[in-house]
Nanobody
Framework: QLQLVESGGGLVQAGGSLRLSCAAS????????MGWFRQAPGKERELVAA????????YYADSVKGRFTISRDNAKNTVYLQMNSLTPEDTAVYYC?????????????????WGQGTQVTVSS
């Protein structure tokens, strides 16, 4: 089992920034592509960003391109999501997820392990 624990969520004003972290344990982290997803109240969970197992390729939802950056440190077993220029529309629970594959996926069911989520609230 791969355990994932997110941190870094909180309350921020519009235009502000947050950095989410997801620490992995239990398996070889560098074997997993990683994704950040979010789910707002009443909405389906959606992909925000994803990164390949070696960090060489990143993918972003159109809604966050240019504002969010996904990165990973395989030596620290951690994936990050730097979120800048936040808007109230970014308010959601953010989840990290792992896929036992080198390439990331946009497709939620492709991910094998999930964290418990961290709340991000952006006030206007």
């Amino acid at each position: 089992q791969l355990q994932l624990v997110e941190s870094g969520g909180g309350l921020v004003q519009a235009g502000g920034s947050l950095r989410l972290s997801c620490a992995a344990s239990g398996r070889t982290f560098s074997n997993y592509a990683m994704g950040w997803f979010r789910q707002a109240p009443g909405k389906e969970r959606e992909l925000v960003a994803a990164i390949s197992s070696n960090g060489g390729r990143q993918y972003y939802a159109d809604s966050v391109k240019g504002r969010f950056t996904i990165s990973r440190d395989n030596a620290k077993n951690t994936v990050y999501l730097q979120m800048n220029s936040l808007t109230p529309e970014d308010t959601a629970v953010y989840y990290c997820a792992a896929r036992l594959y080198s390439s990331a996926s946009y497709y939620l069911p492709d991910y094998d392990y999930w964290g418990q989520g961290t709340q991000v609230t952006v006030s206007s």
